[in-house]
């Protein structure tokens, strides 16, 4: 598998909702932002502005479902809630056209209602050590204290939905690469097929997310 793959099948499907999960520091926004680069005129929305505060996850799971996901699907417009990390207050409110391709990355984006709403899941997965390494990395003193709390969301979230069992495809970070699988959605809808995995350069490389 080939993320150009990905995006040629989003295409000549008239695909119009892709969700992107998997736990902090995963590797979700990098992923997005690779396949939003190849899936002509889409955007990204990141729960990350949407999460009303460090105890959002809860909150954001319902609001992007019933708020944005559901209406699209519906053919209507949808929308969603930004949230003023500094203020630590609500923020505007944002219109998405139901045409419009979109990429829903964070935790809390896949899960079985949701992915009911949308044409494609994927779910990341990366070793616990090598996420807080990059979470940390890349937010620092603003996320160290809120790792645990933050975490304990996330552990109640995956208890709930099992997230990982709505993914057409798992991508897995290993020590010889990024490994592609068929999530659990997509085997079930093909029956009698092996399982394919393709394994991709490893993750520090320019070529991470496609295979040469």
Do not use: F
Not at 105 to 118: F, I, K, Q, T, Y
């Amino acid at each position: 598998m080939r993320l150009d793959d990905v995006a040629r099948e989003l295409s000549e499907t008239d695909a119009r909702t892709v969700l992107i999960d998997g736990r902090s520091g995963s590797g979700k926004t990098t992923l997005a932002k690779s396949l939003r680069r190849l899936w002509d005129g889409s955007q990204i929305l990141r729960l990350d502005d949407v999460y009303p505060g460090w105890d959002g996850l809860a909150w954001a799971v319902d609001h992007v479902r019933t708020e944005l996901l559901a209406p699209r699907h519906d053919g209507r417009p949808g929308r969603w809630r930004s949230w003023n990390w500094v203020r630590d207050v609500p923020g505007r409110w944002h219109a998405v056209d139901p045409s419009q391709r979109l990429i829903v990355e964070g935790v809390g984006a896949l899960n079985a209602p949701s992915r009911a709403l949308a044409e494609l899941g994927i779910w990341v997965d990366t070793p616990d050590a090598e996420r807080k390494r990059r979470a940390l990395l890349r937010d620092g003193d603003t996320y160290r204290p809120h790792w645990d709390r933050w975490a304990a969301q996330e552990d109640e979230y995956l208890a709930r939905y099992d997230p990982r069992s709505a993914a057409d495809w798992v991508v897995t970070e290993t020590t010889d690469g990024v490994r592609w699988s068929q999530g659990s959605r997509r085997t079930s809808e093909v029956s009698g097929r092996v399982v394919g995995q393709d394994v991709l350069p490893p993750a520090g490389s320019a070529d991470a997310w496609q295979r040469e």
